[in-house]
Each structure stands twice: as structure tokens, then as C-alpha cells.
């Protein structure tokens, strides 16, 4: 019931009601501390108005305003009935407001509005790494809304750059191989177009989500990284969608976007009826990580129509058994993927948060 009323909230853009007389910011700033709503909202009014940006941006009115958006959001999300249509318009209005201030107490207001979009998404990747456990922490909601928020926040903070530190970059691809792999379509489809930009592979139109299958006819997907063979990938069709349909040059694959080794192959791998194509990649190219729990491939049909799709992997070979087993370098790769710890114990914490996420 909130989100919907959040979300017709975001569509409303009505203009500010103008304020009469020239009321100090001193007063409003009184004015939107009142236990009174509507005093609250015309000491709010008030300062859009008339504040400076200069004004806006440095104390008191910035803490007030601060102050003010936490209050509000606290309101507005427990109260069964927020205040009418008013102080939906007030919420509105308010939350861009100060959601432009850049300050980052507001974070967690932003968080809790996360499934919102826009501006609530918009901020928190303008925030980058200092909003980057809170926006995952959404991806374990129940609410799809909410998770896709998360990915989109996650997708504006990898366009602008602002969490490509090392944590960070780390934090974020385990996130989205967790969100490649929901249940739901459009947090799927997002989270891989995420990935995609994450390795380097801009999708700019909406790409249409297709069902792959990473070594079909096995169960789990088992993959070495290290292996120096391949990996069967299969193109499933649909009563919608022809998997031959698919250009064969435009097929990347996995982290390292590698292309087929082999000429498309055309067979109904799962029997449905319906022809499907099956392609190899090596497996080094592929460059799947041992934590990574999912992988998933771009390709564009000869139509021009960007289409991906994606398939839990389970990584094996990765578990070092003792000190001594690995002298080869291969440990640093698998302790820089943090894939240890799948099966409990020792993980440090930054991971743990990254799974917690699922
Ligand atoms: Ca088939």
C-alpha cells in the first residue's frame, strides 16, 4: 500500500505553492522542527523558496533539512494513512529536495525509498561507495520493487564511477552474480545488464531476457576455473523467441565476454520441440571466478534485438585443501575472489555482507 502510494508519489511534480511575504529562513527554520505537519511543511516551503544555494548547503538550514527528511520519511512510512494527498505532494517534493543536498545522513532515507527509483537511485549512485552496503543490503528484500532499486542504484554507481575502488568493484560483482541468478525477470535481466557494464560491455537499449543453459543435461553446473577445457552453453527457444535467430559473431560469454570456439550448433537439447543452439567456451577465456555463483551471456539476434540470459554455475577445484597444496600463484586469484568460506568458516566480513544479500 505505501509503494503504491510512493510510487504515484514519484510522478507528481506539482509546483511549489508560493509563499507570501518575505518569512526569514530563521523562522522556518523553527518552523520545520513544529510537532505540527503543516507548520512543518510551510517552515519547508519557506526555505525552498527563498534559501540560497549557498544558504541550502551549509549549516543550520542543511541540518534542519536533514533532520527534516528523516522525520517525514519516519511518518510517512508507519503511518498506516500518511496525511492525505498534501503531505504526499510535501514527501515528494521534500525528499528531491534534499535528496540534492548530497548529504550523506540522508542515506538511509534513501535507502528506505530505494524501490522508488529516480531520484531515490539516482542519489545513492551519486553516493557511490559510502551507500554501497546499504543499497546491497536491499537486495535481500522480499519486495522485487525493492530489489531492483538496489540493482539500479548499483547500475548508476557503475556509470558514474563513484565505488570503483577495489572493495568496492569486489562487493558490487558479487552482488550482481547473486542478482543475475533472482527469480525475478527484471532483476535478473538488469543485474546481468550490470555485469555486463562491469566487464566492460555497455548495453544501451533494453535487452530481452532468454533462457541459457550452462552444461546442459548436468545438475549442478559444475566449472574449474582453472580448467584449460571448455563450457557447453546452450541457447534455449522459446515459443517467442528463436534461439537461431542469434548472430553468431555477437555472442559473448561469462566475465571475460569471450566469444564460441565452436560454429553454432543446432540441437533441441531439451527436447521441448524446439531447436536449439548450443556453443562451447574455453573456460580460462570465460574467466568465471571461483566465488562466483552464476554466469551469463550477451548476444544481439540478427534483428538488432539485445537479448541475455544467464545460469547458476558451481564452481569446483577452488577449496584450498592445505598451506602447501597451491605453490603456483593460483592462490592469490582465489583469495582476490574471496571464494572461500562456501562451505562456512572463515570468510571476512565484507564478504559475508556481499552474500547476505541474496
Ligand atoms: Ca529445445
Known sequence: MRFALLLIIAFVTGAQSSVAGAQSIDAALVQIQSADANIRMEGFYTIAENASASQVASDPVRSGLVNLLILENGIFRTSAEPDGP????????????????????????????????????????????????????QLSSPDPSVRNGSVHAIQTMILKGTAADAPSAAKIRSALDSASLDSYPNVRRNAIVGLATVFGQRIESTPQLINIDIKPGESPNAINPRSNGVIPVAVLSTKTFDARSIDPTTIKFGP??????????????????LPDIVLQFATRASQIACSDTGSFLVATTTAG????????????????RGAHMDGDGDDEKE?????????????????EDARGAR
Open 335 to 351: 583469495s582476490q575472489g574471496g571464494g572461500k568460506g562456501e562451505r562456512g568458516g572463515g570468510d571476512d566480513s565484507g564478504r
Open 86 to 137: 498534501a503531505f504526499g505532494d510535501y514527501f515528494s517534493e521534500l525528499f528531491t529536495f534534499v535528496a540534492s543536498i548530497g548529504d550523506t545522513r540522508t542515506i538511509p532515507v534513501l535507502v528506505s525509498n530505494i524501490d522508488t527509483g529516480g531520484t531515490a537511485t539516482d542519489a545513492l549512485g551519486s553516493f557511490g561507495a559510502s551507500a554501497l552496503d546499504g543499497v546491497i543490503s
Open 305 to 320: 534485438q539485445v537479448v541475455v540470459g544467464s545460469d547458476s554455475i558451481r564452481t569446483v577445484g577452488c577449496k584450498r
Open 256 to 273: 571475460g565476454q569471450t566469444g564460441p570456439r565452436n560454429r553454432v550448433h543446432v540441437e533441441d537439447v531439451n527436447r521441448d520441440g
